[in-house]
């Protein structure tokens, strides 16, 4: 990792982590747009519960 990229904020990392992976396993685009909606669904779900984030299991509305 770069001493810039080091320094960078969580979420700048992380979203360079994740366009490595999805290059890396040469994810389509579409699907990798797809995938990411998904993500960002569940993660606002769980913030708006007050769930964990860091969980592995998906938020439940209900």
Not at 45 to 62: C, E, F, M, V, Y
């Amino acid at each position: 990792m770069s001493t810039e990229l080091a320094q960078a904020p969580a979420h700048v990392q992380l979203a360079v982590d994740l366009i490595m992976l999805l290059e890396q396993h040469q994810i389509d685009t579409n699907t990798a747009l797809l995938a990411l909606e998904i993500v960002k669904k569940d993660f606002e779900q769980k913030r708006d519960l007050g769930g964990n984030p860091t969980s592995h299991i998906p938020a439940h509305t209900s």
